[in-house]
Structure formats: C-alpha cells, structure tokens
C-alpha cells in the first residue's frame, strides 16, 4: 500500500498516472455528441409502444382498425402478429421468459401491449390513443411476502410446470457451521431492512433505430446497449438472423447506470417492424416509459444477523433474502449466482463462518433486477453489513470505529478467502478507515455530538467500510447465457506510428477513449494523443461482453494492457533488426528503444512502426496489429471507507450532510481526474438512495414514481460536498495493478449516509429506518422511540 | 402555421403544427442535435437553451411560443476566435461524463455569468438546481462554470 502513485511517463506521452484531459469531450462540449435520438435514416419512420395501464389483467381483445386508418399511420403491430413471426416472447439475462407484447395476460403497470409504426412521432402517439383494449382485471400482487403465500394467485400461469410464485431459491455458505458459530455466540445482533426498488435513469432514455435492409437481410441496429456484442448474440438467438447479418452500433450513450445492458421489448419490435416494411424504423422511450418499464435496481428484503463475543469479535453471519423480481426474472448477473454477488455480504471482515440463504418471488411490478452501478448485487450486500455492523456496535456499547478495526481482514491475510468463497486480491483496512476517520477529525466529533446532545441537537457520524468484488469474471464461474465473460482489445500499430484500439465493451461517460488511451501510451510509448479508441460497432471491435459491474477496467483495460505487450515483443525483435543487436539487449522507454549499456545506439516506436510495413526482418509477418482476449484469473476488490455528518432536525426529520469524507483504494488508478470524477456520481448516487430516490407503487399496483416530478433525483442544491482522500494497493493479478472504480462510491456511500442519520438518534433506541430516509420517516422514528421511553 | 425563429443568429422559417414543441423544432426544422429531450416534464433540464437569453426549458414550450424570438442553443456559443470559456473550462474542469446534460448546464451557466460574473458556489448551485445530472455529481460543474466566469473577468 502507498499513499499515492506517481506516473511514469512523461506528461507528452501521457500514460497511467496522468489527469488527462478527455478526448471524447470536444465533441460534447460544442454540442455535436451523436447520440441514439440524434441518427436518421432516409424513409425513417417512427415507432411508439402502447402500455398497459393495468398490473394485472386478461387481455380479452385489442381491435387497432381505428389506429390503422390514421393518416400517415404504416403499421400496428401486436402480440399475435409478433406470434406469427414466434417473437411474442424473448428470452431474459437470466434465463426467464418475457412478453415482447403481450398476447395473454399483461403482468405489470406499463407492460408492451402494441406498437404503431408511422411516418411522425406526433402521429404514432396519437394513435396509440385509438388502440381498444379489453382488459378483464386480475387480483395484484405488489410485494414478495404476498406472493410466496399459499392463496396467491399465480402470476405466470405461461410458464409449464411453475406452480408457484418462487422465482429461485439459492445460498451459499456453510449452514450448519455457521449454527454452531451462533449456539456458541455471546449475542446476536440483528437487523432487518428493505433495500427500496430503484431505477438508474440515465439521462438518455432508452431506444433504437433498427434498418433491415430487405433485399439483403442485414440488419443495422442503432441502439442504446452497454453490451453490444451480446445483444447480438442475443438477437441471433431471438430472432432467427443470422448473426453476420446484425450489426449493432451504440453510438454515443447518455448515460447508462446498468439500465441499457438488458434486451427491452421495444428494441425486438422495431427490429421486427423495420424487417416486415422494410424501411428504418426509430423507437425512443419518454421518461415515463423508462421509469415503469426497463431495468428497476434492488428491491430486496433482507435479513441479518450476527453471531458476536461480548467483547465484539464476530463469529458468524447468517442471512435471509427475499428479492421482488417483477413479472419476469430478467436480471442482468452470472447465470450460476442467482442472487448476483450478493453473498459477498461477510463484507471486509475477518470470520469463519457464513450462510446466506436467497429467495425470490414474482410480483405484478417491472421486470429487471439490473446491477445499477454496482456489480450484480453487491450494493444490497454492502449495505446490510455495515448497517448490521453499526447496529451491534451500539447493542454492545462498542464505538462503530473500534468494532470495525476488532474484525478487519489485516493486510497479512491478503490473499483472503471468505466463507462464501471469494479470493480478495489485496488490501489495507485499517489504514483505509484510520486515515478517513483522522480527516474528519472523528474523536472531536464523537466530543461534539455528546455535548449537542446536551443541547438537544442529534448530530450523526456514519461509517462504512465497503469492499466490493468486481470485474467479473475468470470463465470458470462467470457467464451470461453461456457466454463466458471474458473482453478483449485489439491494436492496430500505423506505419506512421499512430494507433487505433479496438474494444468490446461500451464507454457511457466513463472516458474510455482517453483511459484506455493511456494504457497503449504507457506500455508503447505512443503519446496518448496519437491514440484513437473504437468501441460500440460490433462489426468494428472484438467480441466483449461490454459494460457493467465495473468490469471495464479490470477486464477490457488488461486486454488492452496484454495487446499492447504483444505488439512491443514484436516491435522490440524490429528494433533489434533495425540496430542490429539481439533482441535480448534492446529496452523499451517512453516509446524509444535502445541498446542495453549503449544509449545512442536507438529508435522511436515511429521509426519501428514504419519498418513494420516497410523494412522487416527475414521470415517476419508484415504489420504491427493484434488482438487479446482477457480471461482474468480472480475479481478485483476495491475498497473503501467512508465517513459521514449530518445533522438531524430532532422536530422536523430534515436532516443534511454537513461533511462526506471518501477514501477510495482502487488500486493503480489510470486517470486520477476520471477516478475522481466517478466517485463523485458515485457518492451522489448514494446520497440520492438514501435520502430521496425510490420507485414507488400503491396498493392497486400502480407506479407512482413514473416521472421525474415525483422519482425524486438530487439536484446540484441538495447534493453534498465531498471531501476525497486516496491510498493504492495494486490488485497483484492485473497486469497494470487496475482495480475498477465506477461503482464503488455508489455502493460503499448509502450506508455512510443511513448509519450517520440512525447515529444522531440512536440514544433514543432507534436502529433502523428504511431508505429513503425522508423527513417524515425520520421524523416518526424520533416520534415512536421517545413514545416508548428511549 | 410558419413561424420565424431566430436561431444562433440566423432567420429559420418553417410551417409548423401549433403543437409542435420547441425542442423538436429546433432538432428536425433546425437540424441542431445538441438540445437534447430528457425527462418532457421540464424537470431534467437536458433540452434548456435561452430564448433572448433566458434559459428555457423547450421540452415544454411550443416553437410558436417562439416565433419572432432570438433562440440560442449550445452550437450557438462557440465564439468566433473559439470555444466560449465555459466549453473549455468544463472540459478542463472535468465538468462532464455522458455528456448529455452538458448544453443545458453550458447554456443556464453562461445566463448567470451575464447578471453575476463571479458567482459564489451557492450562487452557481442555485441557477443550475434545474438541471440534472446523473454523472458528475456536480461538484466538477460548479467549478467549471466559476472557472469560466474567472476566465471572461481577465479576459
């Protein structure tokens, strides 16, 4: 572990370690970003998807003649026509079955039921409008507990042989040594908690622009995908193309969050519709669409409970999972984790035993179950330990510090196998919190909030030490749909020195073109301007699995960093020919190689570029050009801590965030500027779950937090400040020390907030309130606990 | 019904449907892509561009709203011997990450710059707490938008 890094590389050359200026931003800031909206075809028309405004109903009849005879009005495509083609249902990431447009039943508020095709926007909206549907309504089902009850009505009555609405059950761990671990236990602390359903919103809404050429049968497909290379396996396996024949392009993405990486319903049918008319065919989502019907995150009741000695050491975790999944199981995860890597819930503490048992059930609410911004669970893992870590602290009268620093894994542990089988990689706890606690100044601030307490005041101080598990994964456990996880970078070297990366996975604001960049500069030399990225054209880049769960740089960036090795072993034996030594002796620097012990004996990587092309050894392949495809050995573990303030209005519940320390460990960190920038969205992410972000449904089953007026998002006026610290333990298996970090603030920071809101209460008995914390729930906390005495 | 926009300087005249909202006037009859549709319910932000310099939301306003009016969008700010100090301070700054808020948040900063060229950070929270960002977690924002107002003072 070190404080910092420093880079190796000159600022011109601008390798790993430099805040490089974004290349992707020249477009953006002038406004010519390409995004999906922003493409048009010759004869392009437009498509709009008509939603069901019922949870739970038979669908007796759809009678579209009205909405066909509007002027202008090409198509009106539903479930039965879709039948025709055997595209009324897609597979999900998971496995499942869902409703393209619905032919049977319609099983969620929102749920595809038709779709116009028309020559105006304005005029498929309108007749949407004189589409007659006769809905027979159906009993609803808007929680799991509901659902697993024995008179529950069965939701997918589609599927042969489902009985019930058991979703998969599953677990990981030792059952029966962690009964003994709590036979044995002093105490047992637990906590249950709801993880609140959430939606990604990225700014961009979701869509597509799908051209069929018929004459032909290829199929170019812009679309908003953070994994475009699967959604074409994928749309191979759906509709019967032939997969040389799909091109997905995704272009320029505004965000993504984890709700672009499934396969949405609309993108299937304006495939369908382009392929049947045979000219391009263009659907874009309104907000509200992306609210009730694509990928929701979380929702997920949970359960712990810890096994301690009086003095604080844990002995054993045992948890208990009920995940909401929606009408159809589509979560985007591994196929062998059907609760994601939510057992990776024994967090960063050091104990022998753990069983984490997961159910999940189907209910009448959106499908999904995406990993927004976290990697497959993991944030919903995060949370319940350091929210359960808290808790036994205050129940054994232990500081939330001190009972931390008791159960770390030490940095002599490292390799670390936890007892639900994860290898982390490297890591230093204890400095991680010791230095973030000294930042905040947290014995003052333990003096202050006693001393408020004597005023009446509640000040809180939140803790939370996460580690998460990213970059999944070595392809012995990692797949989604049998396609094993594994990314690639492929590297074209020009003869005039100049190169061009090719990857597979799908940039959404991350800065790939210049991080990626980097990783080329650091490794050849080549200044990183002279570097262009490719990504999103699957007939341009090399197969990759794309996007999500912070994979990008653990995966893609090793690819790109093993590729770049490649092509220096092959440009080390030119140099060698073009000085006439042994390979052997020659070295690489900042993109010169030299003789070893003979320093004016040298040549650029231009000069050996050029000779690639031009002036080779006998028996030598021309070009300077490879490909890598990265299996990675392990996950990465970044970790962090982080601390947290707030102060609480003990009368109205308002509460604030007076101050946000993160230290971050991600490892070597490629561009600091970008790192920074990621966790900053990060921490916000997390503040906006805890305080504000939820999506919400009353008793009918109706969505109620369908629009941007009442999904509450935190503005630049209620977003806190952050205070950022820094320390580096490289991962020993990547090849560039990398860890990830897109993610981690989003999953570390929640509990940071909660624990420091349920700290400036927790003297009057209080140990746990829902996310979000809104005022009127804090408020009635304070409420119920003085009622009963605390 | 024709209409008469003056967008970034230049006379655009077109028959439009009264219906017609601001924003898809000024991305199909316009052909400018950088105002972008994010949430239709004047929410987000993405679609702000000013209307005789006054940040609007065209998201919710009808292009005949506009007819006879001065409309200026984020390809409208770049400056003859350049990019507007706000486009370079936000790419110095780090000021974006998607990219998709980023002409909204140019366009209402460069409207505070003109009433109050060196905005406190309050200052610049407030004028931009009508637009949303789900990547920065604005703290890069506010410092690139007083960074530009830093810059047009000495320059």
């Not at chain 1, 490089?20 to 995004?35: A, L, P, S, T």
């Not at chain 1, 509901?146 to 489902?162: M, N, W, Y």
């Not at chain 1, 794309?546 to 080390?572: E, L």
């Amino acid at each position: 572990m070190t404080l910092t890094q420093k880079p190796s590389t000159p600022p011109e050359i601008g390798g790993i370690g430099h805040s490089v200026r974004r290349h992707e931003d020249d477009r953006f800031i002038v406004g010519q970003g390409r995004y999906l909206d922003d493409h048009t075809l010759p004869g392009m028309l437009h498509m709009a998807i008509l939603r069901s405004p019922l949870p739970h109903a038979r669908i007796n009849s759809i009678d579209t003649s009205a909405a066909a005879a509007v002027d202008g009005v090409v198509a009106v495509v539903t479930g039965e026509l879709l039948a025709q083609y055997n595209l009324a249902w897609m597979p999900t990431l998971s496995g499942d079955t869902q409703a393209v447009l619905a032919t049977d039943k319609v099983r969620f508020q929102g749920q595809e039921v038709a779709a116009v095709v028309a020559t105006d926007p304005y005029i498929a909206e309108d007749a949407l409008e004189l589409i007659e549907v006769d809905y027979e309504p159906l009993p609803v089902i808007t929680s799991p507990q509901q659902s697993l009850a024995a008179d529950a009505v069965l939701i997918r009555d589609d599927k042969e042989g489902q009985t019930s609405n058991l979703v998969y059950e599953w677990e990981a761990g030792d059952g029966a040594a962690t009964e003994v671990a709590f036979a044995r236990a002093d105490r047992v602390v637990s906590l249950e908690t709801h993880y609140p359903r959430s939606h990604p919103s990225p700014l961009e809404t979701c869509g597509c622009l799908a051209d069929v050429n018929s004459a032909t049968g290829q199929a170019t497909i812009y679309m908003t995908s953070q994994a475009p290379h699967a959604i074409r396996t994928v749309f191979a396996m759906v509709a019967g193309l032939p997969e040389q024949n799909i091109r997905i392009i995704s272009p320029d993405i505004g965000g993504g969050f984890g709700n672009k990486v499934p396969v949405y319903p609309g993108y299937v049918v304006a495939t369908a519709a382009s392929l049947v008319i045979g000219k391009p065919v263009k659907w874009v989502e309104s907000r509200s669409e992306n609210l009730i019907s694509t990928g929701f995150a979380r929702d997920y009741h949970m359960k712990g409970e810890l096994a301690l000695t009086n003095d604080g050491r844990i002995l054993a975790l045992r948890v208990q999972m009920l995940s909401d999944q929606g009408a159809f199981y589509a979560d985007a995860q591994p196929t062998q984790f059907r609760a994601g890597l939510f057992h990776v819930v024994t967090g960063s503490y050091d104990f022998p035993a753990a069983h984490v048992q997961c159910r999940g059930a189907y209910t009448n609410k959106a499908p999904g179950g995406v990993a927004y911004r976290c990697s497959f669970r993991i944030t919903e893992a995060s949370y319940l330990i350091e929210r359960l870590v808290q808790t036994a602290a205050y129940e054994l009268g232990i500081d939330p510090a001190d009972i931390r620093f008791k159960n770390f894994i030490q940095p002599d542990q490292f390799p670390y196998e936890t007892p639900t089988g994860f290898v982390y990689d490297s890591g230093d706890y204890p400095t991680a919190l010791r230095s973030a606690l000294d930042a905040i100044g947290y014995e003052k601030l333990r003096a202050e909030q006693a001393a408020a307490r004597d005023e009446g005041r509640f000040v809180g101080i939140g803790i939370a030490h996460f580690t998460e598990a990213v970059g999944a994964g070595p392809s012995k456990k990692y797949d989604i749909l049998g396609l094993k996880m594994i990314d690639s970078a492929e590297l074209r070297v020009h003869p005039t020195g100049k190169a061009i990366l090719k990857l597979g996975v799908r940039s959404q604001g991350q800065g790939h073109e210049t991080t990626f960049a980097q990783i080329v500069a650091d490794e050849l030399g080549i200044p990183v301007t002279d570097i262009k990225v490719v990504e999103g054209d699957t007939d341009n880049t090399p197969y990759g699995l794309g996007t999500y769960a912070s994979r990008s740089t653990p995966v893609a960036g090793a690819a790109a960093a093993v590729v770049s090795r490649k092509i220096a072993d092959k440009a080390r034996k030119i140099a060698a020919h073009l000085l006439e030594a042994a390979d052997d002796d020659i070295e690489l620097q900042n993109g010169v190689f030299s003789v070893k012990g003979t320093p004016g004996r040298s040549v650029t990587i231009a000069d050996v570029s050029l000779a690639a092309y031009t002036n080779l050894p006998d028996g030598m392949e021309y070009g300077l050009e490879d490909v890598h495809y990265y299996d990675p050995p392990n996950l990465t573990y970044p970790y962090g801590s982080y601390v947290v303030v707030v102060d609480v209005d003990p009368e109205t519940g308002v509460w604030k965030a007076r101050r946000v320390v993160a230290l971050d460990d991600c490892g070597v960190r490629i561009n600091p500027m970008i790192v920074e920038g990621q966790i900053h969205g990060g921490l916000t992410e997390g503040f906006a779950k805890s305080s504000m972000q939820w999506i919400t449904f009353d008793e009918e089953g109706n969505c109620s937090g369908s629009n941007f007026m009442d999904y509450l998002i935190p503005t630049a006026w209620e977003t806190p400040r952050f205070e950022l610290l820094e320390t580096c333990t490289p991962s020993p298996h990547h090849p560039i020390g990398a860890k990830g970090v897109g993610e981690s603030a989003t999953v570390g920071s929640p509990a940071a907030y909660v624990n420091a809101v349920i700290d400036a209460v927790a003297h009057l008995g209080v140990r746990n309130i829902d996310m979000p914390l809104l005022p009127d729930r804090v408020w009635s906390a304070i409420q119920s606990a003085r009622a009963t005495g605390g | 019904m024709q209409i008469t926009v003056t967008l970034n300087g230049s006379d655009q005249t077109h028959d439009v449907e009264p219906r017609t909202l601001l924003v898809d006037f000024i991305r199909t009859k316009g052909e400018l892509t950088g105002t972008h549709i994010g949430c239709d319910t004047t929410s987000c932000g993405a679609c702000t561009v000013l209307l005789d310099g006054t940040p609007v939301k065209s998201c919710t306003m009808l292009a005949v709203q506009a007819d006879g009016r001065a409309v200026t969008t984020v390809e409208g700010l770049k400056r003859a011997d350049g990019l507007h100090p706000l486009q370079a301070a936000f790419k110095q700054e780090h000021g974006l990450q998607c990219g998709f808020c980023t002409p909204g948040m140019m366009l209402v900063g460069a409207a505070l710059l003109e009433q109050n060229p060196a905005p406190t950070e309050d200052d610049v929270r407030w004028a931009i707490s009508g637009n949303i960002c789900r990547c920065t977690g604005y703290m890069n924002i506010v410092k690139a938008i007083r960074a530009a107002g830093a810059e047009m003072a000495t320059s």
